[in-house]
C-alpha cells in the first residue's frame, strides 16, 4: 500500500476544546462517522467522564450509555511533531474578557498542517484566530444545535444542521482551503444522520444567525423574560423588529444583502410557542459572563466603521454592558471602576 493511500484511509486526528453540550455532540458526530479519532478537552466533567462516560440522549443518535472519545485529557495537550492534530475544533463560549482563545489553543496547533474549526457564535471571530496563525486554515461554523450537559449528562433536542465554509487567509491557497473545509465536511457527515453543509462565503450566515442572536440574545438577558414572554409583552415592534433592521441595514453596508423577508422569516423561526431561554439569558441565570463582544459588539464596531447609525442596539449594547460588568465583578474578574469607564464603540 502506497502512502498516499495510508494518508487517504487513516482516522484524522481531531482535537476537541470544549465538551460541553454542543461539544459533547460534535465529538459524536466526528467519533461515530469512523473517519476521526477524537480527543475532547474537558474541564468540569473530566472526572465524572473518565469514570463513567458521557450518557447521551440525542434526537440524532439516539441514546448512548458511558459513551466516551478516544481519548478524554484535562488540559490543552501540546502539539506532537510526530502525530500532530488534522483538526483543532473549539467549541467553548468565546468571551474575550475571560477567555483567549488563541493563547489556549495554541500548544495544540502545528503550523502548516493544523485546520481550527469555530464551532462558536460570534460575527468576524475568525480575524483574531488568522493573526495568530497565519499558516493555518480556518472554517467557520455558526451552528443550531440545541444539546446541553451536566455532569457528563448530556440532551441532545435539536438537529445538528449547520453551514460550514473557509473564512479566507490570504497567504494560503483558496483550493488547499476548500480541500480541507470539504474534508472536515465529508467527515463530520459519516454518520449519516447529520448535515454539515458547505458554503463560499460562511459571513453571509454568520450574518444571518447574528440577526437572530444580536437581537433576542441581548432582549431576553436585559428584561430576563425568555423568547416568546419578550414578544408577547410589546418588545417585538418596540425593539426587536426595529433592531432587527438596523442589523440587517449594518450587514448590507458591509456587502450582505440579507433580503427583503429576512426579518419575518427569523422572527417566524422561533414561534410563539416553543418559548425558550436564549443562552445569554440562561448565563445570567447561572450568574456567567456572557457573548456580548462577539455577538454583538462585533457587529456595532462594523456599523461604526461603516457609518451606520443604530440608536437601538446602541442601547441595548451599554445595558449588556453593565449586566456583563456585574457578572464579571461577581467572579472577581474585573474591580469596581474609580472613574468612570468609556467604550471603543459608543
Known sequence: MSNGTKESTAKRRVLVIGAG??????????????KAAVTAVLRSNYEQVVKHGFEIESIDHGKLSSWRPSAVVNAVPQQDPNAP????VITMKNIPEVNNIPKIISPAITPNHTTIVLFQNGLYIEPPILEAFPSNVVLSAPTYIGAHEHNGHVTH????????GAFHNKSLDA??????LEEFADIYNGSGVVEAQVVDDIVLYRWRKVLWNGIFNPMCAITQLDSATVRLFGGEHSVIR??????????????????????EEIIESTPLESAFRPSMLVDVDKGNPMEAEVILGNALRVA???????PILDTTYRFLKLIQARLLAARGLIVEPKELPTTDIL
Open 85 to 88: 492534530f488534522d483538526y483543532v
Open 242 to 263: 426595529p433592531g432587527m433592521a438596523e442589523m440587517v441595514a449594518i450587514a448590507k453596508a458591509d456587502g450582505y444583502e440579507l433580503g427583503d423577508s429576512v426579518i
Open 21 to 34: 453540550g454542543v461539544g459533547t455532540m460534535v465529538c459524536v458526530a466526528l467519533e461515530r462517522s469512523g
Open 157 to 164: 433536542t435539536d438537529h445538528d444542521m449547520f453551514n460550514i
Open 304 to 310: 461604526r466603521a461603516k457609518g451606520v447609525e443604530t
Open 175 to 180: 483550493s488547499f482551503e476548500r480541500a480541507k
